[in-house]
């Protein structure tokens, strides 16, 4: 578990974007969209800090890319990203002005092997963002 989530992110998040009334508004977003009822499976969960690193994943998620956790904890998701797919800077930060986002990402895993996911992602209320996955394609 990480401990003090709140001083390891907020900072990040009001010297790089300067959004805590977005933030809120994002926030507020989120929760509406997650009454709604999520869309994706949580097959496979990853959490990311405000620099786009791994600071929680699920077993299942590990599994899935062949990595260990503490191989896979700080490092970005960019890494884990198959290349050319996406224009990961800003996909962030139009994910962070939104709190919320879902559709399909290419992963690579540690072998190589392109796996294309379904994914639903949101800021949680200790600013943390968490990504739930299911597998479309391996």
Request: hydrophobic letters at 35%; a neutral charge.
């Amino acid at each position: 578990m990480i401990k003090n989530r709140n001083l390891a992110l907020k900072p990040h998040y009001q010297a790089e974007y300067q959004v805590p009334n977005e933030l809120s508004v994002a926030l507020t977003l989120r929760d509406e969209r997650m009454k709604q009822g999520g869309s994706v499976r949580a097959d496979y969960t990853a959490v990311v800090n405000g620099d786009r690193r791994y600071v929680e994943v699920s077993d299942s998620f590990c599994r899935l890319v062949e990595y260990r956790r503490e191989e896979l904890i700080g490092r970005r998701y960019d890494d884990l990203t198959a290349p050319g797919t996406n224009d990961i800077p800003t996909v962030f930060r139009l994910f962070v002005s939104q709190g919320y986002m879902q559709g399909l990402w290419v992963l690579v895993s540690r072998t190589g092997t392109r796996i294309l996911v379904r994914y639903e992602s949101w800021v949680r209320s200790d600013c943390y963002i968490q990504g739930n996955m299911e597998l479309v394609e391996w």
